[in-house]
């Protein structure tokens, strides 16, 4: 297949490139990406030779349709994707996850090609912290920030085109990442960093906040299973049941990294944060065989810690900037 991957120099979507010539071989990839402050060419740096890379934006009608006729499917990774700086300028949020879709889709209606849309379990909004219920495929749209709102606009775009226009699509809505090459504003990266910097880590609120953490390449084998295997139209939820709240995601940091387990700084919490994220992911596993490799989060973290030590050149370039954002907005 020849694959036009969007937001490829970003976080997933490097993995994504990274996993499938690994994992995939023999497929073509163009990656489009229109390297924001989020995008970085270094992530893709040790396999510049084997894929196109296309510098440029997903609004742009005309350069979109030229890529979409070229190739089969469309792999949909480009977003604006961090809610404190959709809470602080919503504007990219909108340009991109809903006009960029909207581009994507028209090319996709236009060519008569394949999209799979990569999206976020946020679009479920946020689940009590005693509710023993999870986020299904059923779960009623519930969208907090800016950036979840956006993200749950471009999934019923998608789904529109779907009924209306008859395309060819899927949609994943996967919960928290971590891994290699994610960007430093990004809660685990921010304290592995600070921590590598003698800067304190910052917990928002008092760390009661739950996420649903998954590794990257285990999101990325689900969508490669997606690809294969998924059903027109259907929406499949990734998660590999990795429940932790961020306190004890930092205390598992500060003890991987041998400090003491109180060294951080309680600051301002995000307004409208969201409690608690969980995915049931039964339809994954049981129509498409899908399990989660890395199941170990513990392993997981200190391989990401090491990652981050190794790779100080890659980080510390946007580190300064990063915590100077996060300073004047009380962060
Ligand atoms: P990221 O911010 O690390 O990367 C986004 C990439 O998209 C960057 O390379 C950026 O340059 C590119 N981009 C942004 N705007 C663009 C535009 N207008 N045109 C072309 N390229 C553009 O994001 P990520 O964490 O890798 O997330 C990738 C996707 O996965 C997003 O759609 C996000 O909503 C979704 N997602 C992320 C997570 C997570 O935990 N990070 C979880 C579930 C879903
Ligand atoms: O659930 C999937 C989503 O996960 C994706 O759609 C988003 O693209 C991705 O950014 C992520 O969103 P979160 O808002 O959950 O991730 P973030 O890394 O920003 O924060 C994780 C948790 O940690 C959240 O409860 C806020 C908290 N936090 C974050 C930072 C940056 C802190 O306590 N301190 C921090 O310094």
């Not at 996850?97 to 999206?119: D, M, P, Q, W």
């Not at 899927?170 to 921010?190: A, D, L």
């Not at 500060?254 to 309680?266: S, T």
Request: negative net charge; proline residues 4%.
């Amino acid at each position: 297949m020849k694959l036009l991957v969007t937001g490829g120099a970003g976080f997933i979507g490097a993995n994504f490139v990274h996993y499938t010539l690994g994992h995939r071989p023999g497929h073509s990839i163009t990656v489009l990406d229109a390297l924001t402050y989020a995008g970085n060419e270094a992530n893709l740096s040790t396999v510049k030779d084997k894929i196109r890379f296309v510098k440029g934006n997903i609004t742009d009608t005309k350069l979109v349709d030229e890529l979409v006729a070229e190739h089969d499917i469309v792999v949909h990774f480009a977003a604006e994707s961090h809610n404190d700086n959709s809470l602080k300028d919503p504007s990219p949020f909108i340009q991109t996850n809903l006009i960029g879709t909207f581009t994507i889709l028209e090319a996709v209606r236009k060519h008569g090609k394949r999209l799979h849309h990569i999206s976020t379990d946020e679009v479920y909004g946020d689940l009590e912290l005693d509710d023993p219920a999870k986020f299904t495929a059923d779960t009623p749209y519930n969208p907090s920030s800016p950036y979840s709102s956006s993200k749950a606009g471009s999934d019923l775009l998608v789904r529109a085109w779907v009924r209306s226009f008859g395309i060819h699509a899927t949609i994943s809505n996967c919960s928290n990442n971590y891994g290699p090459y994610q960007h430093v504003e990004k809660f685990i990266p921010r304290q592995i960093t600070n921590i590598l910097t003698g800067e304190k880590p910052k917990l928002y609120g008092q760390g009661e906040n739950v996420r649903d953490w998954i590794h990257v390449d285990d999101h990325n084998a689900a969508v490669w299973s997606i690809i294969e295997h998924g059903r027109n139209g259907e929406t499949y939820l990734i998660g590999a049941d990795g429940e932790l709240n961020n306190k004890v995601v930092l205390e598992l940091i500060l003890e991987l990294m041998d400090k003491p387990k109180d060294w951080y700084d309680h600051v301002n919490d995000r307004p409208g944060h969201d409690m608690r994220y969980a995915i049931d992911a039964t339809k994954l596993r049981n129509e498409l065989g899908w399990r989660p490799t890395y199941t170990n989060f513990r392993d997981g973290l200190a391989a990401t810690i090491a990652w981050y030590a190794q790779n100080e050149d890659w980080w510390k370039p946007q580190k300064a900037e990063t915590e100077q954002k996060y300073k004047n907005q009380g962060h």
